[in-house]
């Protein structure tokens, strides 16, 4: 059973910073995408950054420049470093790890993984 556990959320003043960490464990497979996703109260589910195995990164476009992703595939670890943390970056933040399988009948198969979630409130 996969199990995505993440830590670091917490309460923190508009311009300061926050890291988050996420560890998967419980899959006989790779993870070839882990990332993060948050969503605020009254919205949707919003990516804010992915990386994969091969360290390609994917960002919201809204957020570049200011959150930093990175992973540790021998750990099974994905962080969100987030800088200048501003007040509409309150939101809960997901972790996500996602086992991809390439086989012969089906093609390609994602299987999807989330963690409970991490509250982040940006707030003086």
């Known amino acids: 059973q996969v199990q995505l556990v993440e830590s670091g959320g917490g309460l923190v003043q508009p311009g300061g910073s926050l890291r988050l960490s996420c560890t998967a464990s419980g899959s006989r497979f790779s993870f070839y995408i882990m990332g993060w996703y948050r969503q605020a109260p009254g919205k949707q589910r919003e990516l804010v950054a992915t990386?994969?195995?091969?360290?390609?990164?994917n960002y919201a476009n809204s957020l570049k420049g200011r959150f930093i992703i990175s992973r540790d595939n021998a750990k099974n670890t994905v962080s969100l470093q987030m800088n200048s943390l501003k007040p509409e970056d309150t939101a809960v933040y997901y972790c996500k790890a996602v086992v991809r399988l390439d086989t012969i009948i089906a093609g390609t198969e994602d299987y999807d993984y989330w963690g409970q979630g991490t509250q982040v409130t940006v707030s003086s």
């Open positions: 990386m994969t195995s091969d360290g390609n990164t």
